[in-house]
């Protein structure tokens, strides 16, 4: 059982500050993803639970006690790493055995919660091999299955499937959530694909330039970005972003326009007519025929047209010299260059401060 | 086209058989020698075909039994400083590849230069010290000075062997709960054998021969193999060459035994960090 939290945490290599003041909760048993752009600073904080790294500042509490100084063996921890980090002259039984041994944990013991976890993890019949003659994928299990066995109350994985093929990868997104209903375990998951932090997280952490840009369930951050980044970080592909001014305010209502867009009333406070904003309208609320209600227009000429089959995706350039997608759910035929019109739910497009 | 090929050929044959003749010559020489019959060893001209006789060896154990004391010494001093050297160089090669600093990177480049200056400049002025500390004809004085000597290169060659050692290695030990020198033991140790057992050829290979600083610091108790040798040279009642051969046979063997033994090793050693593995 693990409670972890993070309090105006921080963290300073000399001069440049990486983590900048990061407050996070997260409860027993929840599956947290940590998300975002390549130097987020994500991989950092996690080393910073896992105890790799010192913390420059705020508190690090695992059930309610401070781990800021504590050894990473004393954390309760256990972690797997982007390059499994196997111990290549030791067998698949021994690296699963290795930090059990070192604790000096009875051999039936050993023996038991090994072949525990190797059944868990379909290793049996493998255990006896050395980590060069597995596959990509028997590599990564093992290197959970040597998390497994120290029976720790937090799994902190480091991007664990960005070495796999994309086949590859899936399956063992699904094998992990599988594992993480099985052991009830708390998790912390760190990765750059939105896809894995969708369908794995209980809670998304979006970290961007070492700050939290969000935390919220996986569908509320889709629904409800709280800033531009996290908008255009999470969904694929990413949301439309236009430029767009502001012509009337009432009530929480902004009406926006621009020379593509055609007059769209947005729910949105803040706002003040004449500001400059920026609508955001995902690829997929983009669509031809018109709805019921009063719907928001964009227009442009198509560039550009990826047909996947079920799906179609459609690029066009806009007047104002922008580059809009729109996901259309079959497969149409466009004619590159030609004009188009398409439509999208106020209720579904968001204004941001441009 | 087909003439150039052949040239080629013929010239790398030359080349080979060159180089073969340069470097095993004085071997086959010396095996020889000690093998043929006194008045044969420097006969004009050579002769080649003779009556192998082992009187030489025979004398050498008869009448050098101090031969057979040097080379007990000299296998305790290669011994030990083998395994100093080989501890200090693989301890002081971890904390090189995985420190960092400004201290430890400059002095990188101290422990290269000191490398350059004439080992016996150093080592004169430690003839008093090593006096006044009553280590002087002791196994200790030679074991602490020839792995003195092989440290610095020893580190650094340690050190690009464990650089190739990936990090995480080291990171997941460490969650598994393993301390620094766990760490250097179980992890560290068994991958970068390869270059340990480099280190070690080198370092066998130099004590074993050494021969000035055992000359300065033993006199009787710690003698080794090549100094009992070079007394043979010397001796009052004349050289007798073919016990001098004998005695010089039986000091290469162990040593030429060994570097061939560990050729596949010294080659990886020599060619460390040359490329990406």
Partial sequence: MAELRLQGVRKTFGAAEIIKGVDIDIADGEFVVFVGPSGCGKSTLLRMVAGLEDISAGDLLIDGKRCNAMEPRERGIAMVFQSYALYPHLSVYDNMSFGLTLNRTPKAEIDARVRDAARILKLEPLLERRPAQLSGGQRQRVAIGRAIVRKPTVFLFDEPLSNLDAALRMDMRMEIARLHRQLGATMIYVTHDQVEAMTLADKIVVLDGGRVQQVGAPIDLYKKPANRFVAGFIGSPKM??????????????????????????????????????????????????????????????????????????????????????????????????????????????????? | MRTSRLLIGAGKAVAVT???????????????????????????????????????????????????????????????????????????????????????????????????????????????????????????????????????????????????????????????????????????????????????????????????????????????????????????????????????????APVLLFVVLMNRYLVAGLTAGATKG
């Avoid at chain 2, 060893?41 to 004398?59: Q, R």
């Fill in chain 1, 240 to 354: 439309n972003f236009l430029d767009v001014r502001v012509t009337g305010v009432s009530g929480g209502v902004a009406t926006v326009e621009s020379p593509t867009v055609a007059p769209v009333p947005i729910g949105a406070r803040g706002f003040s007519v004449g500001d400059r904003a920026v609508l955001g309208v995902r690829p997929q609320s983009l669509r031809r025929e018109p709805g019921h209600g009063r719907d928001g227009t964009l227009r442009g000429t198509v560039s550009l047209v990826e047909r996947l089959g079920a799906e179609t995706i459609v690029s066009l350039d806009t007047a104002s010299g922008e580059r809009a997608l729109a996901a259309i759910p079959q497969d149409e035929v466009f004619e590159a260059g030609s004009p188009v019109e398409f439509r999208f739910e106020p209720a579904a497009a968001h204004l941001f401060a441009a």
């Fill in chain 2, 18 to 252: 060159a180089l073969l003749f340069w470097s095993l010559f004085p071997i086959v020489f010396i095996v020889m020698s000690s093998l043929k019959p006194g008045q044969e060893i420097f006969a004009v001209p050579p002769v080649y075909v003779f009556t192998p006789t082992f009187e030489h060896y025979a004398a050498l154990w008869s009448r050098w039994g101090v031969f057979f004391d040097g080379l007990l010494n000299s296998t305790i001093v290669t011994a030990g400083a083998t395994a100093l050297a080989v501890i200090a160089s693989t301890c002081a090669g971890y904390i090189y590849s995985r420190g960092s600093g400004r201290f430890l990177n400059a002095s990188v480049m101290f422990l290269i230069i000191v490398r350059l200056i004439p080992p016996i400049v150093v080592t004169l002025p430690l003839f008093p010290i090593v006096n006044a500390m009553g280590l002087n004809d002791t196994h200790i004085v030679l074991m602490v000075l020839y792995a003195t000597f092989f440290v610095s290169l020893g580190t650094v060659l340690m050190r690009t062997f464990i650089d190739q050692i990936p990090r995480e290695l080291d990171e997941a030990a460490e969650i598994d709960g393993a301390g620094r020198l766990t760490i250097l033991r179980r992890v560290i140790v068994p991958l970068a054998a390869p270059g340990i057992l480099a280190v070690a050829v080198f370092v066998v290979v130099f004590a074993w021969n050494e021969f000035l600083f055992a000359f300065i610091f033993t006199a009787t108790r710690a003698k080794t193999a090549p100094l009992v040798i070079s007394e043979m040279i010397g001796s009052i009642d004349g050289v007798d060459w073919g016990v001098l051969f004998a005695a010089s046979t039986v000091q290469l």
